[in-house]
């Protein structure tokens, strides 16, 4: 058990970079040092941007519902990304929001749906019972790819970093 610790310990060292170089660190060891340093920075990043769009996914729900409206729309055109819609509210105002509607998945063109609105900002619009929890799949599978992409380039600096060392 004590061998698997210290080998993934070992490990671990060889492909996570330090910060700071070590004495005696030549020019080729810094440069490949401070590439992994970016990688892992790049991974870090893509990290915060899935959460940041789950955050983002809850706070528009929480404003739509703060002020709901319920109205029928019309889907003019579907895509699995971005969906156009149009709906008439109460006042009997048409919009067509500018960005489309959120979460628009299964959505085909000329569908009827219902949608959720906030009245304060028609723009902001969702179909109806669909919320943020839809956005924790796709941002998650986005952040552990990142990783993963992260992890197959650390371990690729690690060997051509084991290459060079052995060539010198």
Request: hydrophobic content about 45%.
């Amino acid at each position: 058990m004590s061998g698997v610790l210290e080998r993934l310990k070992a490990l671990w060292q060889f492909i996570i970079p330090h910060l700071y170089g070590e004495p005696g660190e030549t020019r080729r060891g810094r440069i490949l040092r401070r590439i992994r340093i970016g990688i892992v920075v790049a991974a870090c990043l893509v990290t915060l941007q899935s959460v940041l769009l789950v955050l983002g996914a809850w706070r528009n729900d929480r404003q739509i519902e703060r002020h709901m409206g319920v109205a029928e729309a019309h889907v003019l055109d579907a895509g699995p990304r971005r969906s156009t819609i149009e709906f008439v509210t109460p006042d009997r105002v048409t919009y067509r929001p500018e960005l489309g509607v959120l979460y628009p998945s299964e959505l085909e063109n000329g569908m009827s749906i219902y949608v959720e609105y906030d009245k304060n900002n028609p723009d902001l619009v969702r179909v109806q019972d669909r919320n943020a929890s839809l956005a924790i799949i796709p941002a998650g599978s986005i952040a552990v790819v990142g990783w993963l992409v992260a992890g197959a380039a650390l371990g690729v600096t690690a060997l051509v970093e084991r290459r060079v060392d052995r060539s010198a």
